[in-house]
């Protein structure tokens, strides 16, 4: 009987879910032999350098019984499944635990849930940061922003003028095009790589971005973050960010963006407890393994 993390990454929606199960995985591999399956080759092939033991792809979701057998057991990241297919696999693995970030989600019989919004029985209330972005480095960038890891339509280029007169770093996505920063140059003051990721995450004042993860993990190391509310994300953070008194901008709106900015600083941001270690203890007890 062996024990799996599934997480949904790809250059459509990006490494948010990705974080979540570094963040995750590396304290359950002290523990426990754990295998991380991901949606995307590249981040499979990437996983060791964010300290992965052991990871491996899979194309699609329906493809997990292939590596899976029936009995195994599966922590589950992703927004893929209808009803019948999540109902299908509760019942194909003997331990099925399931992360949530959809304030409207409901629990299903016989699994367990992790969720900042749903309470009960196998239920652990609590979002998941890394305990390092808790670490509290100088803010040498006062405002950059990070559109995000993926941008396949290339919105940031199409509208880059919002931000072209503020004056930002800009940090890069690791599913942007090859070339794409060309096209960014004369918008903002400096041009970060996604290779220091954590380094501009962590020392950024003001970061403005449409990652909810980014958002997450610059508010717990200090900084004070602005959500942009993409027209092609899901709104599952909306409430949780509004909770936490993150400041949302909706769409390309620079006025309102220029407005929030000068405000910012000096606005009450309510802190997320470090809950890694909650987290695993429950994934831990739920695998019968605590």
Same mark, same amino acid.
């Given at each position: ?6 997480? &949904?990454?790809? &250059?459509r ?5 990705f ?6 995985? +590396?304290?359950l ?6 295998t991380? @399956? ?5 981040i ?6 964010? *300290?992965?033991k ?8 329906? +493809? ?7 009995? #195994? %057991?599966?922590?589950f ?10 109902? !299908?696999?509760?019942?194909? $693995?003997s ?12 629990q299903?019989?016989k699994?367990f ?9 196998r239920i652990?209330?609590d ?12 803010k040498?960038?006062p405002?950059? @922003? $990070?559109f995000? #890891? #993926? ?18 770093? @800009? @940090?890069?996505?690791?599913? &942007?095009?090859?070339?794409y /920063? ?6 903002? %003051?400096?041009? &970060? ?8 995450i962590?020392g950024? !004042? ?15 190391? *200090?900084g004070?973050?602005? $959500?942009?509310q993409?027209p092609?994300?899901?709104?599952d $953070?909306?409430?949780?960010f509004?909770?936490?008194?993150i400041?949302?901008?909706?769409g390309y #709106? %620079? !006025?309102?963006?220029m407005?929030?900015?000068? +405000?910012?600083?000096? +606005? ?7 809950s890694? /270690? ?13």
């Open positions: 009987m062996r024990t799996f993390y599934y997480v &949904h990454t790809g &250059h929606i990006g490494l948010d879910r974080h979540r199960a570094v963040a995750i995985v +590396n304290e591999q002290k523990t426990i032999d754990i991380l @399956l991901c949606s995307d080759f590249r499979a092939g990437e996983a060791k350098n964010y *300290g992965i052991r990871a491996t792809s899979v194309d699609v979701v329906r +493809n997990i019984p292939q590596i899976a057998h029936h009995g #195994d %057991k599966i922590i990241d992703s927004a893929e499944v209808n009803p019948t297919l999540l109902e !299908d696999m509760i019942s194909y $693995f331990t099925f635990i399931r992360l949530s970030d959809d304030p409207l989600d409901v299903y019989d699994e849930v992790i969720s900042p919004y749903l309470n009960g029985e652990c209330n979002s998941v940061i890394a305990d390092k972005y808790y670490t509290k480095l100088p040498t960038i405002v950059a @922003l $990070f995000g #890891d #993926d941008d396949y339509e290339k919105d940031l280029e199409i509208n880059q003028k919002m931000f072209s007169d503020l004056n930002m770093d @800009l @940090l890069m996505g690791y599913y &942007h095009f090859l070339g /920063e060309k096209q960014l140059l004369s918008s903002f %003051k400096m041009i &970060h790589e996604c290779e220091v990721y954590d380094e501009v962590m950024t !004042d003001v970061l403005i971005s449409a990652s909810p993860t980014a958002v997450l993990q610059n508010l717990c190391s *200090g004070h973050p602005i $959500f942009l993409r092609d994300y899901v709104r $953070f909306i409430p949780l509004t909770a936490l008194n400041p949302i901008i909706e #709106d %620079k !006025d309102k963006l407005k929030v900015i000068s +405000n910012c600083l000096s +606005n009450s941001y309510q802190n997320v407890p470090k890694t /270690e909650k987290v695993t203890k429950f994934i831990l007890e739920a695998l019968n393994l605590g």
